[in-house]
């Protein structure tokens, strides 16, 4: 067997396991026990305090040690500290929720023979908890590229739109380094009062934020904004959806207001923008990962310049895509 073979097959061995570490973090997310482990506690205090046995319990905690998510320190285990910001479930950077959500997400991947074959998703109950659970999930994975985003983009004075904002990472970005902004959430209620309100309290914005509960298709958006912002919606919907918000954002924006479109890109460099469009096949009715060239000629139909494009570093390969009305 040669060394290309054998690299492989430990690749492949890889990624058969690839589910493992979600489903282990999610599962002590779903048990609260980071809410316990934020100071040194032992399996056997930590299993009395849960009620729970400990035979599972210790093979969760050890696995997360071996994962650097925990600090194992003789017979007690505490959150990493170097990683608190993210597992100390009282930080709006708490990646339990995002765990969570992926977890969930699997369930539709076991489907996917079926919706290749029927060309559509399952269909599935409505769950109120799925947007409030992906609105906080999100914020973290998306921080740093939305303090990018503010340092890159250019809009002088005025209120920000966060059109389905979820937790309003996108414009709280734009808003920490442009202090004489304001900005508006657009989201359903209990995104607003669960997701967006007490992160953006958390991060010392909630004073500068006014909210619209709703659905973006249906509620009044207002008017005279200086940016209305699409953040990772795009992909979750077909052509006809995604030219009804551009459409929709360039009649509430001022004359030289800019609508800021945040997604992913094709790549034919990039495996994950081809996995991510599987994501939405089996999540979505009609959503996909679309090229640069396709989000420029929808703009450009619905009356906006051809647009710039800002790339942004990871964790997730996104870009901005921003124009001003024509």
């Known amino acids: 067997m040669n060394e290309e073979i054998e690299k492989a097959l430990r690749e492949f061995h890889r990624w058969g396991f690839a589910f493992a570490p979600t489903a282990i973090t999610a599962t002590a997310a779903q048990l609260d026990l980071f809410l316990h482990l934020e100071s040194p506690i032992t399996p056997q205090e930590l299993a009395k305090k849960k009620g729970i046995p400990i035979r599972g319990l210790l093979r969760i905690l050890r696995a997360l040690a071996r994962l650097d998510i925990l600090a194992e320190e003789g017979n007690t285990y505490r959150i990493n500290p170097t990683l608190a910001p ?3 479930p009282s930080s709006p950077f708490y990646l339990g929720p995002f765990f969570l959500h992926t977890w969930k997400l699997q369930e539709r991947w076991q489907e996917l023979p079926q919706v290749v074959t029927t060309g559509k ?3 599935r109950g ?4 799925f947007p409030v659970t992906l609105a906080r999930g999100l914020f973290a994975v998306h921080w740093l590229q939305a303090l990018e985003l503010g340092e890159k983009v250019s809009i002088p004075s005025g209120t920000v739109l966060d059109v389905a904002g979820g937790s309003g990472v996108w414009s709280a970005g734009i808003l920490k380094s442009h202090p004489q902004l304001k900005g508006t959430v657009l989201d359903l209620p209990q995104v607003v009062e669960r997701g967006a309100k007490p992160i953006l309290e958390e991060m010392d914005l909630l004073q500068r934020y006014t ?7 249906q509620v009044d958006w207002g008017q005279g904004y200086s940016a209305a912002i699409l953040g990772h919606i795009c992909h979750a919907l077909g052509r006809d959806e995604i030219l009804w918000l551009m459409e929709k954002a360039r009649t509430v924006l001022t004359p030289s207001g800019k609508l800021i479109v ?5 790549d034919p460099q990039d495996p994950f923008s081809a996995i991510f469009s599987i994501n939405m096949l089996v999540a979505t009715e009609k959503g996909d990962v679309y090229a640069l060239e396709e989000y420029t000629q929808w703009m450009e139909e619905v009356g906006f310049s051809t647009p710039k494009v800002i790339p942004m570093k990871g964790p997730w390969k996104s870009a901005a895509i921003v124009a001003t009305p024509a």
Request: proline content about 18%.
């Open 211 to 217: 909210f619209i509960p709703g659905d973006m298709f």
């Open 126 to 129: 409505e769950d109120p908890d």
């Open 262 to 266: 945040i997604d992913f890109l094709t």
């Open 121 to 123: 998703p399952l269909p």
């Open 86 to 88: 993210l597992f100390s």
